[in-house]
């Protein structure tokens, strides 16, 4: 059964740093394209990043509001994502899904696995 599990959110400042994770279970992490989301209070879901499989090199892709900020990294030997987050503002307290699919749709991905998400606030 696939199963991911995120970990890692919890209250920073502003211009402070998190790392997400992102175990996975019940399927080769390498084999899909993996992305992270968000959904802060009364908005959309947002598309934040997506990496290719390691079959396609790993593209990444980032949305322009994090570009620059955060980083999404893969370890297939402990079948963890990773989304680093640096810079930190407030607009970003959210929750934090990942998710994994067969492919990247620019920063999201096409996802039909998902955790059960990791609440991120960013407040002094």
């Known amino acids: 059964q696939e199963h991911l599990v995120e970990s890692g959110g919890g209250l920073v400042q502003p211009g402070g740093s998190l790392r997400l994770s992102c175990a996975v279970s019940?399927?080769?992490?390498?084999?899909?394209?993996v992305g992270w989301l968000r959904q802060a209070p009364g908005k959309e879901r947002e598309g934040l990043v997506c990496?290719?499989?390691?079959?396609?090199?790993?593209?990444?892709f980032y949305a322009d509001s994090v570009k620059g900020r955060f980083t999404i990294s893969r370890d297939s030997a402990k079948s963890t994502a990773f989304l680093q987050m640096n810079m930190l503002k407030p607009e970003d307290t959210a929750v934090y899904y990942c998710?994994?699919?067969?492919?990247?749709?620019?920063?999201?991905?096409?996802?039909?696995?998902w955790g059960q998400g990791t609440r991120v606030t960013v407040s002094s």
């Open positions: 990496i290719t499989s390691t079959a396609t090199d790993g593209r990444t």
């Open positions: 019940g399927f080769t992490l390498d084999d899909y394209a």
């Open positions: 998710a994994t699919g067969a492919k990247c749709f620019g920063e999201v991905v096409g996802g039909a696995n």
